[in-house]
């Protein structure tokens, strides 16, 4: 994920939080899970940074809780418990495994925001996109809905071509593999 993006993500997740939580004297709490080692380093200084454009500071009216699975999927469920338990105002995350992780230990109770490369409805963080439903907001980079504005793109930078090749990992919640059924191939 590209640095603006992050830092568009990570603002939107400040600015989306409820008008209580700004207007608390106690500092705002975000449970933060990274699959990665501690040693990652950019991305957390990037939502130091964007947490600061929206006036929050770690120390004064911000605390950062971190969990770090350190490459290892299987501690996913334990961090997202741990951080739960630690009842930030905030759980964050990017990719769907994290997400989901965070979405079933928080019970529905404390907001889940982030960033994922899979279908939110089939993955079952949300009940729609236009209308989650549920406590899970953030973006997400692949669905069936913009199949067909891709294909619009790409034909607008490359009027040119005549053939498109679909790659995609059948196991992964998106819906890119009904591609080929919605143009005909």
Do not use: C
Not at 46 to 75: M, P, V
Not at 119 to 134: D, E, F
Not at 136 to 141: L, R
Not at 142 to 157: P, Q, W, Y
């Amino acid at each position: 994920m590209r640095r603006r993006d992050f830092v568009a993500l990570i603002t939107f997740a400040a600015l989306s939080l409820p008008r209580r939580a700004l207007a608390q004297k106690k500092p705002l709490r975000i449970g933060w899970l990274v699959f990665d080692d501690a040693s990652l380093g950019r991305i957390d200084q990037s939502l130091k940074d964007a947490l600061a454009q929206g006036a929050f500071a770690s120390g004064s009216n911000l605390q950062i809780i971190y969990r770090y699975a350190e490459g290892n999927s299987t501690r996913l469920r334990e961090l997202a418990e741990e951080l739960v338990v630690q009842k930030p105002d905030l759980l964050l995350a990017i990719g769907g495994d994290l997400i989901k992780a965070l979405f079933d230990a928080s019970g529905g109770v404390i907001p889940v925001v982030g960033g994922v490369s899979d279908s939110p409805i089939r993955a079952g963080l949300a009940t729609s996109l236009a209308n989650p439903g549920k406590n899970f907001t953030g973006v997400t980079f692949l669905t069936d809905e913009m199949a067909v504005k891709r294909v619009e793109l790409l034909s607008e930078v490359a009027p040119k071509a005549k053939r498109v090749s679909v790659i995609f990992n059948p196991q992964h919640l998106d819906d890119e593999q009904s591609w080929p059924r919605k143009f005909g191939q």
